[in-house]
């Protein structure tokens, strides 16, 4: 696994409201809300570095696409390590199990063309590992 973090995932209770907020209240730039065509899909992403994103995804979105009960602390909060290839992802989500990570969901396509797979470290914190055709890491990352 590179020393990578790609999106740091914010679980919110309202996304237009914190749309609101991180948009029009703290000045970040954004394309707005995509994603609505799919149920569980609605998230707002901002561009705060090269390489780094924020995302704002519903919890309850976050909950369903992690199996984990909505409830979870764990369902507030995601890092996103993007890697280049579907195997990548795999050898990724091994390596944390490896090292004593659970694996919360096993790596799987998404209902938005990607694949990707969560893992909670020993402390619980949530990772996912995703690769995604249109967000590739640069070279040399």
């Not at 999106?7 to 309202?14: H, K, M, N, W």
């Not at 996304?15 to 569980?40: K, P, Q, S």
């Not at 976050?62 to 992802?89: K, Q, W």
Request: aromatic letters at 10%; a negative charge; hydrophobic letters at 45%.
């Amino acid at each position: 696994m590179k020393p990578r973090i790609s999106v740091i995932t914010l679980g919110v209770a309202d996304l237009e409201r914190a749309l609101r907020f991180y948009r029009d209240g703290l000045g970040l730039a954004t394309d707005g809300i995509v994603g609505e065509e799919f149920e569980h899909g609605a998230v707002a992403f901002f561009d705060l570095q090269a390489g780094l994103r924020l995302a704002l995804w519903p919890r309850a979105s976050i909950a369903h696409d992690t199996g984990l009960p909505s409830g979870e602390p764990a369902a507030a909060f995601t890092l996103g390590h993007n890697v280049a290839s579907r195997a990548e992802v795999d050898v990724v989500v091994a390596q944390a199990a490896r090292a004593g990570a659970t694996i919360v969901k096993p790596a799987q396509a998404t209902f938005w063309g990607g694949y990707a797979g969560y893992f909670q470290d020993p402390d619980g914190h949530l990772w996912e590992v995703v690769w995604n055709p249109q967000w590739l890491p640069g070279e040399g990352d």
